[in-house]
């Protein structure tokens, strides 16, 4: 067994509203049926009575909005085309093939694993499959 840092995500009941329900659900089935190491993994989900829970996999380098913050706002040309968007073209020419669309993109859902790459996360109120 493989032991490897989670994130738990947790919407709670009480605070939704039936289009929050909605949102959460369609959030889940879009993540589950992503294959692709550009984006963020799923790893699981549950509920109990009180919240609706996400399981996925950790970015441990936080997200570009973060990053840019810590570099004062610049980061250097050669690095955001290598590092950022040329794996986010790619990551959205999946998503695209296989008719999932983001429609959110913003330095706040552009993450960062520990080795460094790329992912694309927060499929939730904005995406959708069709």
């Known amino acids: 067994m493989t032991r490897r840092p989670l994130i738990l995500k947790g ?3 009480a605070k939704m509203t039936e289009r929050n329900f909605h949102q959460v659900r369609r959030e889940i089935r879009l993540m589950q049926q992503i294959r692709y190491e550009g984006a963020v993994k799923i ?3 549950f509920e109990d009575a009180g919240a609706i829970y996400i399981v996925q ?3 441990a380098k936080g997200d570009l909005f973060k990053k840019l913050i810590r570099n004062g706002g610049m980061l250097d ?3 955001v085309a290598a590092e950022v968007i040329l ?3 790619l990551t959205l020419e999946h998503l695209h093939s296989v008719k999932i669309y983001h429609r959110d993109i913003k330095p706040e859902n552009i993450f960062f694993m ?3 790459h790329m992912k694309l996360g927060d499929f939730g109120e904005r995406a959708f499959s069709g």
Do not use: A, H, I, S
């Open 114 to 116: 520990k080795d460094g």
């Open 87 to 89: 794996p986010l073209l």
């Open 57 to 59: 996999e950790v970015c």
């Open 77 to 79: 040309d050669k690095y």
């Open 43 to 45: 790893q699981g989900t």
């Open 11 to 13: 919407y709670m009941k």
